[in-house]
């Protein structure tokens, strides 16, 4: 079993919907939580950055944490074709610990 | 700012090749640098974590002497891909932290480089 598991799609949705995009873990020392955002052929761009459960939210995007069940979603609202990439979750333990990543989830928005 | 600069973004060579890739952070120092690969339409797979002044620290299945890295500044380090052959050509991608009294200082990713061993 994969530490963090991830939906790869691809998931496809017409401009303007909301898209949830989820990944789940099965290491309990994973306290930090990232949302990386990958277009083709580049490096993954830094999306959001939660450690605690709860919802943080940065414009569009809105990241949950449900450490009970293990369970990290990314929203986004009024998805743009711009917003069409593979997107990334991220754990780990320790502050400095290495990143775990799920395999991606490949979304197109579509005009 | 966190601006990581990877070079080159695409190399193709032949068979039995030495090749060298550079990372580097353009805006902050970094102490510690991360070198991921990544097959076509899968995740990144950690190879190796390379901290300035230190020998790395290579993941379970990575030939260290294939794969060399050096972090010789705190503002570069490099991946050699020693005697390259067509199964080591994928996508490899550095990152980099910096140093920080921040537990939350988060990793900054390169664009990548594309390696083809013909």
């Known amino acids: 079993q994969k530490e963090v598991e991830q939906d790869p799609g691809p998931l496809s949705v017409p401009e303007g919907a909301i898209v949830s995009l989820n990944c789940t873990y099965s290491?309990?020392?994973?306290?930090?939580f990232m949302w990386y955002r990958q277009y083709s052929r580049k490096g993954p761009e830094l999306l959001m950055y939660?450690?605690?459960?709860g919802n943080k939210e940065d414009g569009r995007f809105t990241a949950q944490v449900d450490k009970s069940s293990k369970y990290i979603s990314l929203f986004i609202r009024d998805s743009q074709p711009s917003d069409s990439a593979t997107y990334l979750c991220?754990?780990?333990?320790?502050?400095?610990?290495?990143?775990?990543f799920g395999q991606g989830t490949i979304l197109t928005v579509h005009p | 700012g966190a601006v990581v600069s990877q070079h080159p973004s695409w190399v193709i060579c032949k068979s039995g090749t030495s090749v060298k890739i550079e990372c580097r952070s353009l805006?902050?120092?970094?102490?510690?640098m991360f070198w991921y690969r990544q097959f076509p339409k899968q995740s990144l797979m950690l190879m190796a974590t390379?901290?300035?002044?230190?020998?790395?620290?290579?993941e379970q299945g990575v030939e260290k002497d294939k794969f060399l890295i050096n972090h010789a500044s705190l503002t570069l380090s490099t991946l050699t891909v020693t005697s390259a052959h067509p199964e080591d050509s994928s996508f490899y991608i550095c990152?980099?932290?910096?140093?920080?009294?921040?537990?939350?200082?988060?990793?900054?990713f390169g664009d990548g480089t594309r390696l083809s061993i013909l």
């Open positions: 991220a754990s780990r333990g320790t502050s400095y610990g290495k990143l775990t």
């Open positions: 290491n309990s020392a994973f306290q930090y």
């Open positions: 939660t450690y605690s459960s």
């Open positions: 805006d902050f120092q970094a102490t510690t």
């Open positions: 390379s901290n300035e002044g230190s020998k790395a620290t290579y």
């Open positions: 990152s980099a932290r910096a140093w920080s009294g921040d537990p939350n200082q988060p990793q900054h």
